[in-house]
């Protein structure tokens, strides 16, 4: 680069507003069970104007941002003034242990994501690089288990004294120590075996916050009884009802599903969830459309299709406003085909 170009990239830079990503670097990865179980990157990025924050990626978004940038700026677009030399992705791995995936992708991801936020501005300022790297309110709500095998970070409270004219001991969440635990540093809360430890949040699902004699930090689950729980409202995870049919026998279950309520699965992630929950291959994933008639899924298609449908639909809280019914494959009694 001659010195006149150098002296206008560094113009252009100091141009760019201040939320472009200078930086990221993966911190963890965390395992997340949605519709499929699957590990995400934790990734730390720096901003031009200094602010450090983290957001939450799974490998198949890096793989579309990649798709996108070679048909907008790679050597194959001859339209574009704008190509360049893109850095490279490591491949798709199709077999192996899903963490060790994860883990191995690391040092490869770091350097890519490198490479990427050193191109030129053009690159910086697209669409969809910039909206890989911004902090959505789901990366904004999630809470990092590790960060390398660091502790989660706690928020700081008021001191709590169970002692006070306004607490209720009996109706405060609340654990009892099963263990002596003592903390790695001074976010972590110090307690005996036989403790009673009031609980202020759920930290993640390994870790809590509470206090204990006037002191206020952080602990794992696995070390407390509990004695009274979190109000069911304070649980964030969301359920998926299923209706299963069996011969003449339907059952009603309700699933777990760590993602939002307004996600749209694959159809395969689905399908892959029944069979993995009903402990059955021969199945087969329908809805009923508005007039009450199963109809099939067969395709990403039809899920998008039933998951507009129930769009609007009154729902109970925390509950998929669409509904699954889950039939044997070959089992067609279940339809409506009288014309």
Same mark, same amino acid.
């Given at each position: ?16 507003? +201040? ?95 490198? %490479? ?43 001191? $709590? ?7 209720? %001991? ?31 949040? /759920? ?34 995870? %969301? ?42 291959? +021969? ?12 109809? /099939?899924?067969?395709? +990403?298609?039809? $899920?998008?299709?039933? $998951? ?17 019914? $889950? ?8 339809? %409506?085909?009288?014309?």
């Amino acid at each position: 680069m001659t010195q006149l170009q150098q002296l206008r990239a560094e113009s252009d830079f100091e141009q760019l507003p +201040d939320d472009i990503p200078i930086s990221a670097n993966i911190a963890d990865i965390e395992e997340k069970r949605g519709f499929t179980s699957h590990f995400v990157f934790v990734i730390e990025v720096k901003t031009k104007g200094g602010a450090k924050y983290l957001i939450y990626r799974r490998y198949r978004q890096f793989y579309a941002l990649q798709i996108k940038l070679e048909e907008r700026f790679g050597p194959e677009n001859k339209t574009s003034p704008f190509t360049c030399s893109l850095p490279t992705l490591p491949a798709k791995v199709y077999m192996g242990v899903k963490k060790e995936i994860a883990e191995m992708r690391i040092p490869a991801l770091n350097a890519y994501m490198k %490479n990427l936020l050193s191109l030129p501005i053009s690159v910086l300022m697209d669409e969809d690089v910039r909206i890989f790297f911004y902090q959505s309110s789901y990366d904004s709500e999630q809470v990092p288990q590790a960060l390398r095998r660091l502790r989660p970070h706690t928020r700081k409270v008021k001191s $709590v004294s169970p002692q006070g004219p306004s607490f209720d %001991n009996m109706a405060a969440p609340r654990a009892e120590a099963l263990f002596d635990f003592t903390g790695n540093s001074k976010l972590e809360l110090n307690f005996k075996a036989g403790d009673v430890i009031f609980l202020l949040s /759920r930290i993640n699902k390994d870790w809590l916050e509470g206090t204990v004699r006037g002191t206020t930090g952080i602990f794992p689950l696995s070390f407390v009884k509990i004695l009274k729980d979190f109000p069911e409202e304070d649980d964030l995870t %969301n359920w998926l009802r299923c209706y299963y049919y069996e011969d003449t026998i339907s059952t009603i279950k309700d699933i777990a599903v760590e993602e939002d309520l307004s996600s749209t699965p694959t159809f395969k992630d689905l399908m892959e969830l029944m069979r993995r929950e009903f402990q059955r291959e +021969d199945i087969a994933l329908n809805y009923r459309d508005g007039v009450g008639d199963m109809v /099939r899924l067969l395709s +990403d298609e039809d $899920v998008e299709l039933m $998951v507009k449908q129930a769009q609007g639909l009154p729902s109970q809280k925390r509950l998929f406003p669409w509904k699954l019914h $889950v039939t044997q494959k070959d089992d067609y009694r279940v339809y %409506n085909t009288v014309p």
